[in-house]
């Protein structure tokens, strides 16, 4: 008999014990998925972080890539003076396609506001149609070329000369010695043209001197 009046409370205990130990497992449950999606939020924080630092690493390959194309287009806009042999050799063949004697009478490193020039004085010869068109493609160069001097001449036995004064915006690399010789440096093939090379504006004769007789 008191088996059977126990039964209920037996049953009751039971069920209490079930519930228990379900909210227990619940309770372990949860705090297992918390802390796995934490984990889970921290590596998708490191994905994106590593994924902008990839962005960012991009962008600066890219900047890099254009700086190092950019400094090449400056560059090729002065002429370095260890490379002024090349420079005048294409000189004297821009005159020789014009019809135009090209002498160089002196070239020398000089400054101009601090930064590094070459002074370079050219003796031209030929009819003044050929010369006058000769000072333009100097000045059309694509170089950083002002004209200081212009004084042109008629002799009725020789012809026309010049005298041609330019600066040159220089970089300096190794040491040139100034020369002045009265002969013309020796001829040879112009240097090769540099892609991507920027072409500058006309450049202004405005302060130089120029006369014709």
């Known amino acids: 008999m008191n088996r059977f009046r126990s039964s209920p409370l037996l049953q009751f205990t039971a069920a209490a014990v079930v519930c228990v130990l379900a909210v227990a497992g619940y309770g372990l449950w949860r705090a297992r998925v918390a802390a796995l999606s934490a984990q889970v939020s921290g590596i998708e924080s490191r994905i994106q972080a590593a994924s902008e630092a990839s962005t960012r690493l991009s962008s600066a390959r890219v900047a890099l890539a254009q700086l190092t194309s950019d400094e090449a287009a400056v560059q090729a806009y002065f002429v370095p003076e260890a490379s002024v042999v090349s420079f005048i050799d294409a000189l004297q063949a821009s005159g020789k396609s014009l019809g135009v004697g090209v002498t160089v009478a002196s070239v020398s490193a000089t400054k101009v506001g ?11 010869t030929g009819s003044f149609d050929a010369i006058m068109r000769m000072v333009g493609a100097v000045e059309y160069a694509p170089y950083d070329v002002s004209v200081t001097n ?64």
């Not at 540099?194 to 500058?200: A, C, R, S």
């Open 150 to 213: 212009l004084a042109a001449s008629l002799d009725q036995t020789k012809g026309w000369s010049a005298t041609l004064g330019i600066l040159v915006g220089s970089i300096t690399g190794s040491s040139t010695p100034s020369t002045n010789t009265g002969t013309p440096a020796p001829s040879g093939t112009p240097a090769a043209s540099t892609p991507g090379k920027v072409v500058p504006s006309p450049v202004s004769l405005g302060g130089s001197s120029a006369s014709y007789l």
């Open 114 to 124: 601090g930064r590094s020039a070459l002074d370079v004085s050219l003796t031209l």
